[in-house]
């Protein structure tokens, strides 16, 4: 390749992982809006997080026509190969990190109408946990480090805990008074959402950790949530 | 390209196809299974559920690898490059598939064990659905059949009906009775499951239309899921 292909292949390559960096901190604000709207029962806040989820879509339209792109005229091959293809699918995982906030953004709007259950702290830690996670997963693959992939990887334990107590809180709600049942339900699924966006983290942080050293993390990740088998009993 | 190396080439852009096939078979397996497991309250066949999720997602890392072999020997491009970018694609779909399936089983562990509520007909109805779709949308991938494609692409509404109807049905037994409310509240997040499988069928339909044809789908999909906005108030 001549000097100056070589130079702007690199160039491509940047602008590729700052692409994605800047889908990340998209989604990043999402969640902390979307949690604060909720919190805040701001059902304006809420609609502006849902319009703005079309701009996380289109960029990830964007990573995957520049990847498409990059596979056909650079024929990338190792470590390059490799950042292009985790490029395509983190790119996805932050796509669905968007929809999981717009989700709890449009339970938010009828939140506001409902009855306050509770003082709502485990959202907004759930939500800077995972917030954390998703940062520290672009810094990961910004810096190239796989060091800091792992740490976000084994990271997601405190974020299936607070859901788990948040399940077994708002089962405690509905059960106390009827009128509770419609907001706790939407709270439970904003907690679902808080917790599956955990989980796209903890995707990242791997498929970062696979880019940068080029071996799979194929331990099974630390899990807490055991909320699919909890049983809450009403009160007597 | 010597004939020996096209021929070899398009060998392993077929196997490609039926390894992805076979793996959006597994799930819809899976499916089925996770469903007959929770209306039978079938707490072995929803184990043995559980315990095959590994099958689903060593086939994603297997089409991974292979897509990754392909790309670095082959350097494909126009149709080839789509349909290798599908195939990882989809087969992070199926693998999501796979996991909500699993979801759906380890609750129905569970469930089992709780007061039965209703016919679970809905269960059955959304499960059949997601299936159909799920395997439109593998005979549109192996059959390159972009008009297939936008048929399971457009069909994603009655399975939105169906979760609809479920989640106020199921808010109603909670209503009713506190005692019905673990049980109701796992369904509830059953129907979920079912909900976003059928997500993602249309998702890999979409993926499919793009490999086919080129052109990506871009119109809104018709979507019925009012479930995020909706209010169930308990009896007077």
Same mark, same amino acid.
């Given at each position: 390749?001549?000097?100056?292909?070589?130079?702007?292949?690199?160039?491509?390559?940047?602008?590729?992982?700052?692409?994605?960096?800047?889908?990340?901190?998209?989604?990043?604000?999402?969640?902390?809006?979307?949690?604060?709207?909720?919190?805040?029962? *701001?059902?304006?806040?809420?609609?502006?997080?849902?319009?703005?989820?079309?701009?996380?879509?289109?960029?990830?339209?964007?990573?995957?026509?520049?990847?498409?792109?990059?596979?056909?005229?650079?024929?990338?091959?190792?470590?390059?190969?490799?950042?292009?293809?985790?490029?395509?699918?983190?790119?996805?995982?932050?796509?669905?990190?968007? *929809?999981?906030?717009?989700?709890?953004?449009?339970?938010?709007?009828?939140?506001?109408?409902?009855?306050?259950?509770?003082?709502?702290?485990?959202?907004?830690?759930?939500?800077?946990?995972?917030?954390?996670?998703?940062?520290?997963?672009?810094?990961?693959?910004?810096? *190239?480090?796989?060091?800091?992939? *792992?740490? #976000?990887?084994?990271?997601?334990?405190?974020?299936?805990?607070?859901?788990?107590?948040?399940?077994?809180?708002?089962?405690?709600?509905?059960?106390?008074?009827?009128?509770?049942?419609?907001?706790?339900?939407?709270?439970?699924? #904003?907690?679902?959402?808080?917790?599956?966006?955990?989980?796209?983290?903890?995707?990242?942080?791997?498929?970062?950790?696979?880019?940068?050293?080029?071996?799979?993390?194929?331990?099974?990740?630390?899990?807490?949530?055991?909320?699919?088998?909890?049983?809450?009993?009403?009160?007597?």
């Amino acid at each position: 390749m001549q000097e100056h292909t070589v130079k702007s292949y690199a160039k491509e390559l940047r602008r590729l992982r700052e692409l994605v960096a800047r889908m990340g901190g998209l989604a990043e604000r999402q969640v902390a809006d979307a949690v604060a709207a909720l919190v805040r029962r *701001d059902a304006e806040l809420a609609t502006e997080v849902m319009a703005r989820d079309v701009e996380i879509d289109a960029l990830e339209r964007e990573i995957e026509a520049f990847c498409i792109r990059i596979l056909a005229l650079r024929q990338p091959a190792g470590a390059d190969l490799r950042l292009v293809v985790a490029a395509l699918k983190i790119s996805h995982e932050i796509e669905r990190v968007g *929809d999981y906030a717009r989700n709890a953004a449009k339970r938010s709007v009828v939140l506001a109408q409902q009855p306050a259950l509770g003082s709502l702290n485990g959202f907004q830690r759930m939500a800077r946990l995972v917030q954390e996670n998703l940062k520290g997963a672009m810094d990961a693959l910004v810096n *190239d480090d796989a060091a800091r992939a *792992d740490e #976000v990887w084994a990271a997601d334990q405190p974020v299936d805990e607070v859901y788990n107590g948040i399940f077994r809180e708002m089962l405690t709600f509905m059960m106390e008074d009827p009128r509770n049942i419609t907001a706790a339900t939407h709270l439970l699924f #904003v907690a679902k959402n808080l917790e599956r966006i955990g989980d796209h983290a903890t995707n990242i942080a791997e498929t970062v950790h696979y880019a940068v050293s080029g071996e799979a993390l194929t331990e099974e990740r630390p899990k807490a949530d055991s909320s699919a088998f909890a049983v809450v009993r009403p009160p007597v």
